[in-house]
């Protein structure tokens, strides 16, 4: 079994080494890649927090926060759509879902939310 010690890991993304506690050198790297504050580090930790709420808001285990769970292949659908706001390649996205709205918003703080939505509409001819 291998001994935590400390090391010096690798930003993947700019290559600035940081002091870590780690079991090996791949493991020093990875945690060095999610302390660092590079710019690509940063747009990388929102990434994954993005993944990380959208499951939390969409994903199995939702019920307990009134939604019903969306479907795997429309929420990775979401997810990349939601990258492409971390890039900035989009401002704003809103996917209307089992009567609810996923809406993602681009800027120096990304935020996600689901929320019900009730639409009343009459036809007239």
Avoid at 25 to 30: C, I, L, P, S, V
Avoid at 93 to 98: F, G, L, W
């Amino acid at each position: 079994m291998s001994e935590v010690k400390s090391m010096m890991g690798k930003c993947e993304y700019c290559g600035a080494e940081i002091g870590v506690i780690a079991k090996s050198q791949a493991e020093a790297n990875e945690l060095a890649s999610e302390k660092c504050d590079c710019s690509s580090a940063r747009t990388a930790q929102k990434k994954r927090m993005l993944a990380e709420k959208l499951k939390e808001l969409a994903g199995d285990g939702c019920e307990e926060l009134g939604f019903r769970p969306v479907d795997t292949e429309i929420k990775e659908a979401i997810e990349s759509i939601g990258k492409m706001v971390i890039d900035g390649r989009i401002q704003n996205v809103a996917a209307k879902v089992d009567g609810t709205v996923i809406n993602i918003k681009g800027g120096a703080k990304v935020k996600i939310s689901r929320k019900y939505t009730h639409e009343e509409a009459e036809e007239i001819e």
